[in-house]
Nanobody, 120 residues
Framework: QVQLVESGGGLVQPGGSLRLSCAASGRINSVNVMGWYRQAPGKQRELVAD???????SYADFVKGRFTISSDNAKNTVYLQMNNLKPEDTAVYYC??????????????WGQGTQVTVSS
């Protein structure tokens, strides 16, 4: 079983910054992709950014130039640096990790979510 623990959310003023972290633990053999999604009230969950084990990144258009995803593969940890935050970035942010367990079965785990609120 793989567990994800997120941290770093909170309340920030427009134009401010936050850094989210997500650490995966458990019986992990390898990690393929780590990503961040978000879900605002009344909206569907959407991909924000993801990063492969090889370091290839992808971003949603609405965060390009403002958010940066990075990872520490040795620690199975993914980060999301969010700069120039806007009120429309307000949402619950979820970490997602896809990989192979120690039993060599594929897993896809979600974090519990962390609230990000951008407001003056």
């Amino acid at each position: 079983q793989v567990q994800l623990v997120e941290s770093g959310g909170g309340l920030v003023q427009p134009g401010g910054s936050l850094r989210l972290s997500c650490a995966a633990s458990g019986r992990i053999n390898s990690v393929n992709v780590m990503g961040w999604y978000r879900q605002a009230p009344g909206k569907q969950r959407e991909l924000v950014a993801d990063i492969t084990s090889g370091g290839r990144t992808s971003y949603a258009d609405f965060v390009k130039g403002r958010f940066t995803i990075s990872s520490d593969n040795a620690k199975n940890t993914v980060y999301l640096q969010m700069n120039n935050l806007k009120p429309e970035d307000t949402a619950v942010y979820y970490c997602n990790v896809v990989g192979r367990s120690a039993a060599l079965t594929t897993f896809a785990s979600w974090g519990q979510g962390t609230q990000v609120t951008v407001s003056s």
